[in-house]
């Protein structure tokens, strides 16, 4: 399930296990590639965009240097990822017009820049960093549930009334541990033990079964953004 | 109402309100990065074009597979009609050989029957006393001699035929005498390589003056190798 260890201490912890590293990159792809497409100022794929490549090396470099001093992971990746972007897209560019300036090559503008660039910049972003590494935790969970944001875009409800109707379910769901064990266990919605304290139609309750595990999941892990807890803000 | 971005994609992203909607938005990637709060409206809601395009593609796809099809088809007729007789006689080149020795048996039975009508006709003509008859008979290998100028026939007929691109057997007939006019029959057969007769064709020639030429194309078939001539009539 979620995890409640901070990400700072998790990138701490694991970075000098390879495997870990690795699923944790993977989960925040996501993010490095969102961070380098609004550097690039367009879409880029991985595999095809270098940039990418890129951002991916600067997070992994920035897992191996990061330090608490340094603030928030998330705002401390996202400035090395950028920081290697404009050394990327510097290098480029002296690419273009030939190597006349063959003597800076050798230099390391970014890890200077780390250290005097004012910590202040990035801790503007607190809230931001928090959302993301709520928003990859939310994404990695659904996946495990087979259940991807596109599906969600898809069938989420368009009717108020039906979508407060699901989120009603997913909160006696969520407020009934027996219920929530259940589900977690069989990945099956526990529609008998619904049906005994709801009112609600099974055949309804299986049309919306994916939505219903999507804002269960996003109830247990506490998605600050989503006002989901409360009964429907009515 | 507001919302978070929760993925990026080419030309939308796919957004989370707070009252827990999730919707695509019409804003292309490298404006926002994820986790960031944006305003959402309708007027921004991500209208995937793909279902109509994508239905009116296959549709065009599937009608330009069957045009396709349909002139490869028509095509295919055509080309089988048309050019596979030189395939077919450049194909059987090395069988022409060995069947050589049973189409000249062949050519021996048809100029017995032939004789037999000459002499029917040569019968008549005496009767009739039309002057000289003429009777000739000829079976030319199209594959080994694809053109044929000038056969002489009996000093009053000159026969020439020249195959042209492949399908088109030009055949022409011309009085060669000086003073020679020529009343009968031409019959032309083509055949396949088993010597089996595949078509028959007559041209009659009545009052065929000197000098004069007559010209007839025959479009060859499929496995028609070679061209029999026959010539009956009479001079006078």
Known sequence: MFRRQSLEDRVIEIRNDNDRVGWLISEFKPFIASVAQKRAGKFLEYGVDDELSVGLSAFKEAMDSYDKKRGKFLSFARLVINMRLIDYYRKQSKKGKGKNLSLDDDDDPVSGLIDSISMEQYRVNDENDKRIIEIMEYRTELRKWGITLEQLAEISPRQEALREQYKEVAREIVKHSFMLRELMKTKRLPLKELGEIMTVHRKKLERGRIYIIAMVLAMVGNLSYVDIHRGGGR | ?236
Request: glycine share 6%; aromatic share 10%.
């Open chain 2, 1 to 236: 109402m507001k919302a978070v971005i929760m993925e990026m994609h080419k030309d939308y992203c796919i957004v989370m309100t707070k009252d827990g909607q999730f919707l695509k938005q019409n804003i292309p990637a490298g404006v926002f990065e994820i986790g960031d709060e944006i305003a959402v409206s309708k007027e921004y809601a991500y209208e995937p074009k793909t279902v109509k395009v994508g239905w009116l593609k296959n549709l065009s796809i599937a009608y330009m597979t069957m045009i396709i099809v349909a002139v490869l088809s028509i095509f295919g007729v055509w080309y089988f009609k048309q050019y596979l007789p030189l395939k077919n006689a450049d194909l059987l080149t090395a069988d022409t050989v060995e069947e050589a020795a049973p189409a000249a048996i062949e050519e021996e039975v048809g100029e017995g029957e032939t004789r037999e009508e000459s002499a029917e006709e040569s019968g008549l003509s005496m009767e009739a006393d039309q002057g000289e008859a003429i009777s000739f008979e000829k079976t030319y290998s199209l594959i080994e001699e694809p053109k044929v100028d000038g056969e002489n026939i009996n000093d009053v007929l000159s026969f020439s035929y020249e195959i042209i691109g492949g399908v088109n057997l030009q055949v022409e007939f011309r009085n060669i005498s000086s003073a020679l006019i020529f009343s009968g029959d031409i019959k032309l057969t083509t055949l396949f390589s088993d010597n089996s007769v595949s078509r028959t064709k007559i041209i009659p020639l009545e009052n065929f003056e000197p000098v004069q030429v007559v010209k007839e194309p025959v479009f060859l078939k499929a496995g028609e190798t070679s061209l029999k001539l026959e010539v009956n009539g009479n001079a006078y």
